[in-house]
């Protein structure tokens, strides 16, 4: 059963900056494309971020210049590096990984809330 497991959320200024990791058990995390998913209170579940198994990246407009993703295949992580956050920017930030021969095969971390307040 993959698991994944994320990491480093928490409470920030706008106009600062938090780093988000995705860490996955046993799998051939190299055979998956990556994303990160965002849901505020009372909206549906948006992609912010996606970096397929073959590295190519996609964003949200909204995140756009600001948000960064990126992946280690060896150490079997992905990371969102987040800059100049913003109040809209506060959510639960979800790991997804999706198996790139079968996209049925697709698994979610637990989230970590990202929340963006003066």
């Known amino acids: 059963q993959v698991q994944l497991v994320e990491s480093g959320g928490g409470s920030v200024q706008p106009g600062g900056s938090l780093k988000l990791s995705c860490a996955a058990s046993?799998?051939?995390?190299?055979?998956?494309?990556m994303a990160w998913y965002r849901q505020a209170p009372g909206k549906q579940r948006e992609l912010v971020a996606i970096i397929r198994s073959g590295g190519s990246t996609n964003y949200a407009d909204s995140v756009k210049g600001r948000f960064t993703i990126s992946r280690e295949d060896a150490e079997r992580t992905v990371s969102l590096q987040m800059n100049n956050l913003k109040p809209e920017d506060t959510a639960a930030y979800f790991c997804?990984?999706?198996?790139?021969?079968?996209?049925?095969?697709?698994?979610w971390g637990q989230g970590t809330q990202v929340t963006v307040s003066s």
């Open positions: 997804n990984a999706e198996f790139r021969a079968n996209r049925e095969l697709t698994y």
């Open positions: 046993e799998m051939t995390f190299s055979m998956y494309h």
